[in-house]
């Protein structure tokens, strides 16, 4: 069992920063590839970002490329995505999650709440 809490959410102005972290409990968080994955108001949850077990491989969804970075710190059994130039259009609820290495949200065993981001504009 993994258990996952994410923190660092807020309200922010268009093209500021904020930097998510998503701690973790529980078993061998250095054998679960993370993912962040993101719900808008009134739309389905969406792929955003994985990083593998190693911190090596990395994947972006396309409309964050460039802008969000995903990385980890397996010592502190921590996950982070840096998320700079935010727009309004990634206003959403953040949520962290563990499991095998990709973009599709079955690949993940375990989640957290989620955070949310509200960027204004």
């Known amino acids: 069992q993994v258990r996952l809490v994410e923190s660092g959410g807020g309200l922010v102005q268009a093209g500021g920063s904020l930097r998510l972290s998503c701690a973790a409990s529980g078993r061998s968080f250095s054998s679960y590839a993370m993912g962040w994955f993101r719900q808008a108001p009134g739309k389905e949850r969406e792929f955003v970002a994985t990083?593998?077990?190693?911190?090596?491989?990395?994947y972006y969804t396309d409309s964050v490329k460039g802008r969000f970075t995903i990385s980890r710190d397996n010592a502190k059994n921590t996950v982070y995505l840096q998320m700079n130039s935010l727009k309004p259009e990634d206003t959403a609820v953040y949520s962290c999650a563990a499991g095998s290495y990709g973009s599709r949200q079955r690949q993940y065993d375990y989640w957290g709440q989620g955070t949310q981001v509200t960027v204004s504009s």
């Open positions: 990083i593998s077990e190693n911190g090596f491989v990395t």
